[in-house]
């Protein structure tokens, strides 16, 4: 025994050895790699002590040998073929600098009056701020899915105007020369059964849409599958997982990808463009509020950028200098775009002055070379010594000068600023490029410290309701929930965000929206529906009003025939929109409550957690249904243990039901109240339940075809005397 173990010991370090075969001294850190002169994996701990310290030139030579080596070493092991970065249908990636994730719920995007994408809208707007962009990832999922049983691939056929628009959206992008991608998340396997694996379903919607390509949520790498089913489908598209490849054999296929770095004062290289230089990272930090770390970390590295607005439902506006500094930085690396992709690039090039790191990208007659000033301060004079040339020429294309210096060249860069040198040799000189120092001229005249880079929270407005006549006894069906002070204290479950001003909603009393929010306030006597509004009742208002939305895409979709299915007169109408439910409570001359009312009625003036008490009562509401499929709520009337202190009914764990409207500049939301029966497994992403009454979840609003759901109802107040 003792000889086979130690057999099987050397076989084991033999394999380790050949495993860890490199030696070089200088290896990447992740995804990032840092420059010469800079703690290596070992020595990680201390950057931040000695980063004061930096020297890039002290061992720049040994480092650039050492990365070469390593590089080569890395592309033998993956087998490496780059056929994916030769495809003619992939190309527009190397000029795919600016791309932000868009909420479909995006105000700017879908005008839900007229019914219709505005994508004009939306990317004059971006280009007026800070450029335009390049590419648009559009995302019509997450934080809702999981609200009913719609999967991924669902809901973005429920968007208004189904197939047929999403493709002529597509095409207006196109007509702006933007693409388009769309998301998959491999976590969505608690919902609707596609019945095919996901990069089939995946595939398929893609052809059908006509877009580009797609965004691997949560991904570290999408894997081949995908590449397979998009090529057989006749539609191939891009791949870009959220995470850059955790195997570098990802590379291979996925053309794109997501950078989520940590900054530090010294830069760092992208390990994924240094093994493939047309390899486009976007350097991701959306909650960011100050970029400058973003932009100048994509700039020094050639590559791109997220600019990522809206999140969620939070606006989080880039600033008017970063936003200035995007329009800068974009522009250069558009107009350079073939120099970027070099294999010759080379990150860290010596600088000459403290806090200045510049990288080098070599091309035919030409070699472009961008600077990030790392320095608060401006830095002024000789910035870099380069090899002298008969016949060479520089120019400042970020500020958009010719320089006269032929080896040591001066200029100046503001703080924490940027600067780009364009070498050309004689003949080399690139068509454009007087109209273009022209353009930088005029771009380039205001410095960016005059913009403002103060942040700032987008205020909220709460919908009004009209009040109804005013009744003096309680109607047939309600209850009389007397006037009273109220202690308002609930808080949004919304699974990212933090507490950020600007997340959740502003109640008018509040000076910006947030999680918490706590608040005494009188509440006036009201009438609220005993149930909620069931199947049995909606059928009498279409027979009434003879009802029918004008986006009537989801409405009443469980029902056949105009009727519900026989045994369900007495459960909550669902798939109704706050549209809809609108419309019903006007006709029966009553509104929707708003949200302290709803919950005044569940919880009266104890604070209790549940409308029945403090202690959880599984026999009070309906059993979960934790399924890929829905299987309808519970009857209204069958959970008596249910009731509240003044004897509402159905008020949690039924179905969720609709309360105010908050709207700002970008996005609409509804606070929907009462958790519902159902509970998708197998991910943390989906819409969060809630039964306790201190609680409300935050349901964005796009427009009534997607913002039905199986699971939400409502029920009415009236005002009274």
């Known amino acids: 025994m003792k000889t086979t173990w130690t057999w099987v010991g050397l076989v084991t370090a033999g394999a380790a050895a050949l495993l860890w075969a490199q030696d070089t001294t200088h290896q990447p850190q992740g995804n990032q790699i840092p420059g010469p002169g800079q703690p290596q994996s070992g020595e990680a701990w201390l950057g931040s002590l000695l980063e004061f310290k930096n020297d890039p030139a002290a061992d720049h030579d040994a480092w650039l040998r050492d990365l070469k080596v390593w590089r080569a070493e890395r592309k033998t092991r993956m087998g490496y073929d780059d056929s994916e970065y030769r495809r003619p249908e992939f190309q527009w990636i190397r000029h795919n600098f600016v791309s932000p994730q868009v909420m479909v719920e995006e105000r700017t995007l879908f005008d839900v009056a007229q019914g219709r994408w505005t994508v004009d809208k939306y990317l004059d707007d971006l280009e007026a701020r800070y450029g335009g962009i390049d590419s648009v990832l559009l995302w019509p999922v997450y934080p809702n899915i999981g609200i009913d049983n719609r999967n991924q691939w669902d809901l973005a056929r429920d968007l208004p105007g189904g197939i047929p628009a999403l493709r002529k959206m597509v095409e207006d992008f ?42 691997g949520d949560t991904f570290g790498g999408l894997p081949r599958a995908y590449r397979t089913a998009s090529d057989r489908s006749g539609h191939p598209v891009v791949f870009e997982p959220e ?27 992208s390990k994924q463009k240094w ?28 590559m791109g950028y997220v600019s990522w607005e809206n999140i969620w439902g939070i606006w989080n506006q880039i600033t008017d200098r970063d936003a200035e500094a995007l329009r800068r930085v974009a522009h250069v690396e558009r107009e350079f775009a073939d120099l970027l992709a070099s294999e010759d690039w080379e990150p860290f090039v010596p600088a000459i002055q403290y806090g200045v790191y510049a990288s080098k990208f070599p091309g035919k007659g030409q070699t472009l070379y961008l600077f990030v000033n790392r320095n608060e301060f401006r830095v002024q004079g000789e910035q870099i010594t380069l090899p002298v040339a008969e016949g060479r020429r520089y120019f400042d294309v970020w500020n958009g000068v010719e320089l006269k210096d032929k080896a040591t060249l001066s200029f100046a860069m503001e703080g924490n600023g940027y600067g780009a040198i364009l070498a050309v040799d004689s003949g080399g000189e690139p068509a454009g490029l007087d109209s273009y120092l022209r353009k930088r001229r005029e771009m380039t005249e205001k410095p960016l410290s005059t913009y403002s880079h103060e942040w700032r929270f987008l205020r909220q407005r709460i919908v009004e309701t009209s009040a109804t006549a005013k009744e003096r006894s309680a109607s047939e069906g309600m209850i009389r929930v007397p006037a009273a002070e109220f202690d308002f204290n609930v808080r949004g479950i919304e699974i990212e965000g933090y507490n950020w001003a600007g997340l959740d909603v502003q109640y008018p009393w509040e000076d910006s929206p947030r999680r918490v929010h706590s608040h005494k306030l009188r509440v006036a006597a009201f009438d609220v529906d005993r149930y909620p509004v069931t199947n049995a009742d909606f059928k009498k208002f279409l027979d009434a009003s003879h009802y029918r939305p004008t986006d009537d895409h989801n409405f009443l979709r469980d029902w056949k025939n105009g009727v519900a299915p026989a045994g369900w007169e007495n459960k909550p109408v669902t798939w109704v929109s706050l549209e809809d439910a609108r419309a019903y409570a006007k006709w029966a001359g009553k509104r929707l409550p708003h949200e302290w009312e709803w919950q005044y009625a569940a919880q009266g003036i104890d604070g209790r957690l549940y409308p029945w008490g403090n202690t959880w009562n599984a026999g ?22 249910g009731a509240s202190a003044f004897g509402v009914m159905d008020l949690v764990g039924n179905v969720w039901q609709w309360t105010d409207e908050f ?56 005002d009274v005397e």
């Open 174 to 215: 196109h007509r702006r020369n933007v693409r388009v991608l769309f998301p998959t998340m491999a976590w969505d396997n608690g919902t609707n059964d596609p019945g095919v694996a996901h990069w089939e379903a995946t595939a398929k919607l893609m052809a059908e849409i006509g877009a580009d390509g797609v965004n």
């Open 620 to 641: 009070a509401v309906p059993k979960p249904d934790k399924g890929r499929d829905l299987t309808g709520p519970d009857d209204v009337a069958a959970h008596p243990a």
């Open 663 to 718: 709207t700002d500049d970008h996005t609409r939301a509804a606070v929907l109240r009462g958790g519902s029966y159902y509970q998708p497994q197998g991910s943390i992403w989906y819409f969060p339940e809630t039964y306790k009454l201190n609680e409300h979840g935050k349901y964005l609003l796009m427009a009534p075809s997607k913002d039905r759901a199986g699971t939400l109802g409502f029920r009415c107040v009236k």
């Open 275 to 302: 093994l493939e230089p047309r390899h486009m990272s976007h350097i991701c930090d959306r909650w960011a509020r100050d970029k400058t770390d973003d932009l100048q970390h994509a700039f020094f590295n050639g």
């Open 243 to 269: 995470g850059a490849p955790v195997a570098d054999e990802g590379l291979i296929w996925n053309n794109q990808s997501w950078a989520y770095w940590t900054f530090k004062f010294v830069p760092t290289a």
